[in-house]
């Protein structure tokens, strides 16, 4: 059965701790940047940035993932956003953080998920 394999579990808290870090991270950027601007518009524009990657990309990712070992395609991913973060705060730490930079993050953040998705599926 599926729920007594070990391999299940640690999936799924893998994916579970990985969507509430996500959503945090989205909830973080939307804060700084309101609290930067004032600007509800720019919040709204940082989700669609997160979201605009499964539009475009959704499709197309399925296929590429089937061809790439899930393994490496899954540490690939989270380096990829441990380097955004990363990157992130070293602009703020150096006062150079812009809203633009926050932007450019939560696309890659949308990338990631989406292609996520249906790696964690296959």
Known sequence: MLIRS?????LWLV???LF???WLDT???AIYIYHRTGSAFLVS???????VPMTLFG???GTVAERIDRWTLL???NFALLASA???ALLEHAGMLEIWHLMAASFLGGIATTSDNPVRRL
């Open 75 to 77: 540490v690939g991913i």
């Open 6 to 10: 070990a391999d299940f579990w640690r």
């Open 86 to 88: 990363a990157t992130l």
């Open 59 to 61: 499709a197309f990712v």
């Open 15 to 17: 994916g579970f701790v």
């Open 45 to 51: 524009l940082l989700v669609v940035m997160r979201f």
């Open 20 to 22: 509430i870090t996500r």
């Open 27 to 29: 909830l973080a950027m």
